[in-house]
Nanobody, 131 residues
Framework: EVQLQASGGGLVQAGESLRLSCAVS????????ISWFRQGPAKERSGVSS????????YYSDSVKGRFTASSDNAENTVYLQMDNLKPEDTGVYSC????????????????????????WGQGTLVTVSS
């Protein structure tokens, strides 16, 4: 059974940093993508970043581009999201999800932020950014 464990959330002030981790267990393929989604207060869940394990290709939402960096430790099956220069609008519950299928460059570019393409989800970790 595939399981994802997200951690690293907390309360920080605007301008500070946090690093989230998503540990994946039970996955047998090395050809998958892991994405981070967040859901802020009274907001829809939206994609934040995505990384493809086999080659490290990443995508980011426009709102976090240049501030957030996704990386992966393939030996540990763990994906990280380094979040710098945090803003109050980054507040929300951050969840990681895995798509355990081969994903082409075109597919990833078009659909990484769509929740329905993912096979498994982890529980969320709360990030609160105060102004």
């Amino acid at each position: 059974e595939v399981q994802l464990q997200a951690s690293g959330g907390g309360l920080v002030q605007a301008g500070e940093s946090l690093r989230l981790s998503c540990a994946v267990s039970g996955i047998t393929s090395d050809d998958y993508i892991i994405s981070w989604f967040r859901q802020g207060p009274a907001k829809e869940r939206s994609g934040v970043s995505s990384i493809r394990r086999r080659d490290g290709v990443t995508y980011y939402s426009d709102s976090v581009k240049g501030r957030f960096t996704a990386s992966s430790d393939n030996a540990e099956n763990t994906v990280y999201l380094q979040m710098d220069n945090l803003k109050p609008e980054d507040t929300g519950v951050y969840s990681c999800a895995v798509r355990e299928q081969h994903t082409t460059d075109q597919q990833m570019k078009v659909m990484w932020g769509a929740t329905f393409v993912y096979d498994y989800w982890g529980q969320g970790t709360l990030v609160t950014v105060s102004s």
